[in-house]
């Protein structure tokens, strides 16, 4: 799709997640013509699927949340931290949060999607979100101060539900989540002193089933079997309906039922479904309906464009390809945001544009602590400490760039090296058989486990006793003469 510009054209990027990111560093690299601006919220980068290290503290928030002024020294790409609250495409003019206008000749809309909560009634008040690095440390510190207050408060029922966690929707990020929390939990809980069978970690879908319809689904079999086999062991709560959320329960109904049950927890974290930005319901009322899907987002031509605005590109979970729709993934949306940016330089040079087809080489889980499972073009599977190491090693390499890449990556073998026993990591079965003893068991068992070290050395002593040939039975010692000595 043509488009006359000058070759001093503006873009203007609204979203610094991975389209809009690795679009501006990809057209700096290039040394595309013409300034590049690129406009977002926040200070730092989210790099979403790394969250659950920030959450497990195995992570450092430098690396799972760089600062754009970090990323984009010396490109000459201009941020400009701010929210945009309008889009007027025919005007190519936007309106930001502080009142300012900016101009643009081309527009690269990246704003992804927002949290949606299905019309629970208080999901958005009550329950955690886990999408940025806010809610992560918010979420973090919450887990902690619960498990905290469950030992020092003499109410039984307030004390279960405390240490009562459930996640509601059962996709990825919700599978990924109970498992990371089942090991998690109990890594912080046991050196507080607490019983880690207090503990329980529901995950609640309104499927019947677990990663529905998602990339991930022919790991089904294995994330149920890690589900089980974590420190806690999850309970499933699937087929049933979520209607809201308060800060001491989940309200929801089995199916095919009527009743309001009751699930008392102190935490409630959210990852069921998404809702369309509000910044593209501006957008939505400036095209023609039959370019917006079924849930209202712009539909993109195959090089990625507005059909209507041909200056306009998008991509990522904001919008839908028509041609040919992929899903909502890292590894799509780093590679939507080099196909726009090479896009973005043949249209100014007056070149035709691509369709970009984006591969899903594989599919990669966080299946708890040192735990995950790595599917590579669904035919190699690699699971445990592995499958976690090889996920690590490939987020590593998506992170935007190589001097931040290199740093990670040093930060990480760090991790997995020197500082491996600092961090957070699943009790081992000695250490759950402890945990679950009372006071009086722990005494016994020392008693027995001391009798059980010294009664083997005793019996060690005894056999070499016994065996000892007595003084008497020797015979007498004969100073033997040194070789080369003739006497």
């Given at each position: 799709m043509a488009i006359n510009v000058s070759d001093s054209a503006t873009t203007v990027i609204v979203g610094g997640g991975f389209v809009g990111l690795f679009t501006a560093l990809h057209l700096r690299h290039h040394q595309h013509v013409g300034p590049i601006i690129l406009v977002e919220p926040q200070e730092n980068f989210v790099f979403k699927p790394m969250l659950y290290e920030l959450l497990t503290e195995e992570l450092p928030e430098s690396v799972v949340c760089p600062?754009?002024?970090?990323?984009?020294?010396?490109?000459?790409?201009?941020?400009?931290?701010?929210?945009?609250?309008?889009?007027?495409?025919?005007?190519?003019?936007?309106?930001?949060?502080?009142?300012?206008?900016?101009?643009?000749?081309?527009?690269?809309?990246?704003?992804?999607?927002?949290?949606?909560?299905?019309g629970a009634k208080g999901a958005e008040e009550h329950?955690?979100?886990?999408?940025?690095?806010?809610?992560?440390?918010?979420?973090?510190?919450?887990?902690k101060a619960c498990l905290e207050k469950s030992l020092s408060t003499e109410d039984q029922a307030e004390k279960e539900r405390l240490l009562t966690v459930a996640i509601v929707g059962a996709g990825p990020a919700g599978v990924e989540m109970a498992a990371t929390l089942a090991d998690l939990l109990p890594s912080w809980y046991v050196p507080m002193g607490g019983d880690i069978n207090d503990l329980k970690i529901y995950l609640v879908n309104h499927a019947p089933g677990i990663l529905a319809g998602d990339a991930n689904s022919g790991l089904k079999r294995c994330a149920l079997e890690e589900l089980q086999a974590r420190t806690i062991p999850v309970t499933l709560k699937l087929g049933v309906g979520v209607k809201g959320v308060t800060p001491e329960s989940l309200q929801f109904v089995e199916t095919g039922e009527e009743e309001?049950?009751?699930?008392?927890?102190?935490?409630?974290?959210?990852?069921?479904?998404?809702?369309?930005n509000p910044l593209l319901k501006i957008i939505k009322e400036q095209i023609p309906a039959e370019e917006l899907d079924r849930h209202g987002q712009p539909l993109v031509t195959g090089t990625l464009q507005l059909p209507s605005f041909a200056e306009v590109f998008a991509a990522g979970d904001c919008v839908t390809v028509k041609e040919n729709p992929k899903p909502a993934l890292a590894q799509i949306a780093y590679q939507q945001g080099a196909a726009i940016a090479k896009n973005l330089m043949a249209a100014q040079k007056g070149k035709p544009l691509v369709s970009p087809d984006p591969q899903l080489r594989g599919t990669?889980?966080?299946?708890?602590?040192?735990?995950?499972?790595?599917?590579?073009?669904?035919?190699?599977?690699?699971?445990?400490?592995?499958?976690?190491?090889?996920?690590?090693?490939?987020?590593?390499?998506?992170?935007?760039?190589?001097?931040?890449?290199?740093?990670?990556?040093?930060?990480?073998?760090?991790?997995?090296?020197?500082?491996?026993?600092?961090?957070?990591?699943?009790?081992?079965?000695?250490?759950?058989?402890?945990?679950?003893?009372?006071?009086?068991?722990?005494?016994?068992?020392?008693?027995?486990?001391?009798?059980?070290?010294?009664?083997?050395?005793?019996?060690?002593?005894?056999?070499?006793?016994?065996?000892?040939?007595?003084?008497?039975?020797?015979?007498?010692?004969v100073p033997q003469p040194s070789p080369g000595i003739n006497r």
């Open positions: 600062s754009y002024g970090e990323l984009l020294a010396n490109s000459d790409v201009e941020l400009v931290q701010a929210r945009v609250t309008d889009v007027q495409l025919a005007e190519k003019r936007l309106v930001l949060d502080s009142g300012q206008e900016q101009h643009y000749d081309y527009l690269v809309l990246a704003v992804g999607s927002v949290q949606g909560y299905l329950a955690f979100a886990f999408r940025s690095q806010t809610e992560a440390i918010a979420l973090r510190d919450h887990l309001l049950r009751h699930l008392a927890t102190g935490t409630t974290i959210w990852t069921a479904g998404t809702a369309v990669l889980m966080k299946l708890g602590l040192n735990n995950g499972v790595a599917n590579l073009f669904d035919r190699v599977r690699i699971q445990g400490k592995a499958g976690d190491l090889l996920r690590n090693a490939t987020y590593l390499e998506l992170l935007p760039t190589p001097l931040h890449n290199f740093k990670a990556t040093t930060q990480w073998l760090a991790e997995e090296t020197v500082d491996r026993f600092h961090r957070p990591h699943a009790p081992t079965a000695q250490e759950l058989k402890w945990a679950a003893m009372t006071p009086a068991q722990r005494q016994e068992y020392q008693g027995i486990r001391a009798i059980a070290i010294i009664a083997p050395l005793i019996f060690i002593v005894l056999l070499y006793l016994g065996f000892k040939t007595p003084e008497r039975e020797r015979p007498p010692f």
